[in-house]
């Protein structure tokens, strides 16, 4: 069975200083990942995705994400924090056929002016 | 750039009624989806849709949900006879093909109030 967990429900940081939103994946088999943003009152966007390519993944906004599987762990990490970078974050496993996402309970980040 | 869009943003209801919510997936996106989120808990995944047909269904997806694409636009989740337990953000996503390789693109969500 596939399973996210997202350690941390409300991160804090100040703009400009580097964001850090832990996620841990449990998978059967050598799984996709993704993170997903939710500003208020819009839909989910895709930020960035892994699908056995390369560990270290670029998505959009200055967000990266890097696939460590000694540790189960595909952390989201931004090297300085803007305002509109508030949001909810959702990091996502999919099933092998890709046809079921399984989503994390989310990480509210909140970004101090 | 093209959206998922759906309508209505907010419907209120009340129990025992039915009700449909509506969504128009990108165009050349093959595969949909329903996904919900009761509030304060993970995003759930109830249905894939793909050439007229249920792909996957999850447990949640009982005998009182249904989808169609009843035109070559609109994809709709229908609850017959509302519970209270319904009430929940109702996700529409589409994608051009299954995969990993082929991510989901979601809607804004309608939230669904269940008196």
């Known amino acids: 069975a596939q399973s996210v967990t997202q350690l941390d429900s409300h991160v804090s940081v100040s703009e400009g200083t580097p964001v850090l939103l832990r996620c841990n994946y449990s998978?059967?088999?050598?799984?996709?990942l993704f993170w997903y943003v939710q500003h208020p009152n819009k839909g989910l966007q895709l930020l960035l995705k892994?699908?056995?390519?390369?560990?270290l993944v670029k998505g959009i906004n200055g967000f990266e994400a890097e696939f460590k599987k000694s540790e189960t762990s595909f952390h989201l990490t931004k090297p300085s924090a803007h305002m509109s970078d508030a949001a909810e974050y959702f990091c996502?496993?999919?099933?092998?056929?890709?046809?079921?996402?399984?989503f994390g309970t989310g990480t509210s980040l909140t970004v101090i002016p | 750039e093209p959206e998922v869009t759906q309508t209505p943003s907010h419907q209120v209801t009340q129990m025992g009624q039915e009700v449909i919510l509506r969504c128009v997936p990108i165009?050349?996106?093959?595969?949909f989806y329903w996904y919900r989120q009761i509030l304060g808990q993970k995003v759930e995944f109830l249905v894939s849709?793909?050439?007229?047909?249920?792909?996957?269904k999850s447990e949640i997806f009982d005998d009182q949900f249904s989808v169609e694409r009843p035109d070559g636009s609109n994809f709709t989740l229908k609850i017959r006879s509302t519970k209270l337990e319904d009430s929940a953000m109702y996700f529409c996503?589409?994608?051009?093909?299954?995969?990993?390789?082929?991510?989901?693109?979601f809607g804004n969500g309608t939230r669904l109030t269940v008196t």
């Open positions: 996503a589409s994608s051009v093909s299954a995969g990993v390789n082929s991510p989901l693109h």
């Open positions: 998978s059967s088999y050598s799984p996709s």
């Open positions: 892994y699908t056995s390519a390369a560990t």
């Open positions: 996502v496993v999919s099933d092998s056929t890709g046809n079921q996402f399984y």
């Open positions: 165009s050349n996106h093959l595969y």
């Open positions: 849709f793909y050439n007229n047909e249920i792909s996957e």
